[in-house]
């Protein structure tokens, strides 16, 4: 089959996409019901939340001087570490209780089924044991609340408090993590040497000390992505809410909890009003744009009249053109040759195009794999220079191929995602951290650079809209070879360190000395850590194209029942890039400010009640501010 022509050959209008989810609906959940609810009644339920509620100030204030002086309880500074890690887990104890408290029910199970919660879950309990081995004494009290609290971290989408309590504790949790590992660094923190294990023939070892550096900065990477997500929510919702006086809603948008997302085609506009534009804002508000217009007070709690509340996708008001590639020219050529070849009749030329582009791909993959094993077993010794260079060679040119038909749209998009970001920036330091094992001897870093072409190809396939994937006829089979070529190289480098116990150099990152103590930092405990960050990503990766791979083998069969409708979905589905899911969420009316109930009142004079609204809201806001009076109030204008 030739290349798909392009829709109308007097104006070559390209086909356009939209993101949109894959399922048609998204679950409910019940926002009323939380861990509290289902422990205590209706009364004592009450009770408690006018308690938390009356001393959330005070709640959330000790909280945050807790996890500030979790350091120098950890660091038994003056000796006092124990009495101090003692009075810190009774002063966290009502806002830990408050947040497990307020956990909603529904939106944990959500959670529980998501890849991401489970990873990070794993993280934390790592990190969890290792500081507690770290500590080994009285400091250890801490170290359940640092762990809800952590967890708490993890599970942010089941919490429905205000942003910027989240914000808050983000940063400093975050801090937290980032000064805990300064203090590992530099010995601050009296400490057993623990080896956990050996490699290489001499016998280096790996101590719990890495280890627990390595897991605080990973967990300081949870926080900070937490917080910062926040922070955006927060700053959008401050530039939305401004000088509207609409019902209270507001709209939560998860972190964790996202839906898969695939490309749905749209009728094009009209020829004389495209132009040069390659991508399309959608026309007119969306949905989540006119729930965030909502009240910056926040006192979030479930409305009475509705007991379960719908998720929605959020959806990208863009439309994204197939014609918008990283070379424009490819496509105006190649649907002006698929045109040519559906009149002649012929498809054989591109059919032959294929064979080789694929040939040119499998010896890629086959001479990485190997020319990568055949290197390690030879880390002190020799090389296989020829191998190294017809991987890379023969790899780069496969997967140039793919990058040039990516939508540039689409590939921005990815790039800004964090699971690209996150897992690129993994491996990109996982392959400089073998280069440096290897001395960075020519061959055996091509062989590295391979391996990492092929894993940044599978990255970026998202970035193919559907005409592309029907130009290069991509299954979602083709990616797991590649995924478990990747995993097994991995292992292969796992086998020669640890059970082979090959000859390598006890190489460092960093050796010196700063403020007079000698700071290393290895280079094995960081390449580990990494290897075992992308080994689990991957066999994320793996399975997510195992599932995708049987769906189209099930539309295949299928074919004849489903027709064009079966194909498109299996070229429209997105495997790393997610929907952002989100819900609205009206709160109770909060009492009004004093200022606001003398102005209702009466009571209070206009250029008393003007000067308050100018220092409450932005100055530019002058029509909101001008249809205020002291008659028609009757709820503050929403401010941040």
Known sequence: MPPPAAESQ??????????????????????????????????????????????????????????LLTLPAVCDVFGIGGSLAIAIAIVQLPGLLTAVGNVRVDTARLLLGTYDWWYFSAANLVFTVCLATYLHDLRAVVIPGSWILHQMSIAVDAQVTT???????GVVAAAGQAALAVSVVFEWIEAPGFVLATYSAQRYSISLRDVLLNSSMHMMVLLARMAYSKWMQLKERRKTSIGDTDAPQVTVRFITYRCEVKLHSVPPPAPSSMGRRRSWPRGGPSLSTRSLRSSGLELPSPSPTATRTQLHYRKVDMQFAADDLVVPVLWLSLARWGATQERDGSTTPWLLCLVGFYTLG????AFTFASFALNLPLILGGSQLLWSVVSTASSLGFCAGYFVLCQRQLLRRLWRSFDFVYLALQLVLTLLGLCDLQLWEPSRCLAVASLGIWVHWVLTLDALTPWSRRVLRFSPAFALPVLAAGLAAQLVLVQNLFLLKREVPNLALFRGRVLGRDVEFLLM??????????????CRLLWRYVKLARQCCRWSRNNSIGGDGSRHEQASQLVLLKGQVEYDYVRKASRLPRVFQKARNGSLRRATLKHYLVRRLSTTDSVALARVTPLDVVRPVPFN
């Open 362 to 365: 499998f010896v890629g993959l």
């Open 525 to 538: 405990p960081f390449l580990l850590t990494r290897l075992l960050v992308v080994f689990m990503w991957n």
């Open 10 to 67: 007097e104006h070559e209008t390209p086909e356009l996409y939209e993101l949109v989810a894959r399922r048609e609906t998204l679950p409910t959940v019940n926002l009323s019901r939380s861990v509290k609810g289902l422990l205590l009644n209706d009364a004592r339920l009450r009770k408690l939340s006018r308690l938390e509620y009356r001393h959330r100030f005070a709640t959330g204030l000790t909280f945050n001087i807790s996890l």
């Open 163 to 169: 942003l910027r309590v989240i914000v808050l504790s």
